[in-house]
T-cell receptor, first 116, second 115 residues
Framework: DVKVTQSSRYLVKRTGEKVFLECVQD?????MFWYRQDPGLGLRLIYF???????EKGDIPEGYSVSREKKERFSLILESASTNQTSMYLC???????????????FGDGTRLSIL | AQTVTQSQPEMSVQEAETVTLSCTYD???????LFWYKQPPSRQMILVIR??????QNATENRFSVNFQKAAKSFSLKISDSQLGDAAMYFC????????????FGTGTLLAVQP
């Protein structure tokens, strides 16, 4: 089975801090994703990466950056945490595929981040 | 732009009964994939069922089945013989294909199962 591991289940940080959320997958997947989950808004894509050192902005990238130095690890960085970034953060991974063969995304357990 | 709409924020069903969760989407693509994910209180998102748009036959996985109406852009999830373990948040998601496998999610439906 695919295993996607997020480094923290709960995290509490202060406004203005630089925050790192780590995600590791063990299935050699090319694609990795960071989502933010808020009540009533579903999952919104922050950033994704389709290869080492390659990244693209999702729908809500403002205030976030990412790093992918190794294929198995994808980090989300809050450059200067603000209270409106208090949320649940989910990491996911999947294989790359052609236009006619898609695979589902596999998710980690999520990190509930509180910014005080 | 593609969108996914789940119009039922909350649903409730009696144990052993059947419940249907609604999902509609908007797209101009002809080939795409649709998914239902389940997120129990443990928070791990689990794939429930998947449907390819070019397949007319509705997908089925044990007690879970879909009613896929391509012309109406509707993708509802039916849960038969509901069990207490089915209580969760359910998300409908759309994937238009391509190498990145990006998903667009609906806002979710919280399903309660009454004993």
């Amino acid at each position: 089975d695919v295993k996607v591991t997020q480094s923290s289940r709960y995290l509490v940080k202060r406004t203005g801090e630089k925050v790192f959320l780590e995600c590791v997958q063990d299935m050699d997947h090319e694609n990795m994703f960071w989502y933010r989950q808020d009540p009533g808004l579903g999952l919104r894509l922050i950033y994704f990466s389709y290869d080492v050192k390659m990244k693209e902005k999702g729908d809500i990238p403002e205030g976030y950056s990412v790093s992918r130095e190794k294929k198995e690890r994808f980090s989300l960085i809050l450059e200067s945490a603000s209270t409106n970034q208090t949320s649940m953060y989910l990491c996911a991974s999947t294989v790359a595929s052609d236009s006619y063969s898609n695979q589902p995304q596999h998710f980690g357990d999520g990190t509930r981040l509180s910014i005080l | 732009a593609q969108t996914v709409t789940q119009s039922q924020p909350e649903m409730s069903v009696q144990e052993a009964e059947t419940v249907t969760l609604s999902c509609t989407y908007d797209t101009s693509e002809s080939d795409y994939y649709l998914f239902w994910y389940k997120q129990p209180p443990s928070r791990q998102m689990i794939l429930v069922i998947r449907q390819e748009a070019y397949k007319q036959q509705n997908a089925t996985e044990n007690r879970f089945s879909v009613n896929f109406q391509k012309a109406a852009k509707s993708f509802s999830l039916k849960i038969s013989d509901s069990q207490l373990g089915d209580a969760a948040m359910y998300f409908c998601a759309y994937n238009y294909g391509g190498a990145t496998n990006k998903l667009i999610f609906g806002t979710g439906t919280l399903l309660a199962v009454q004993p």
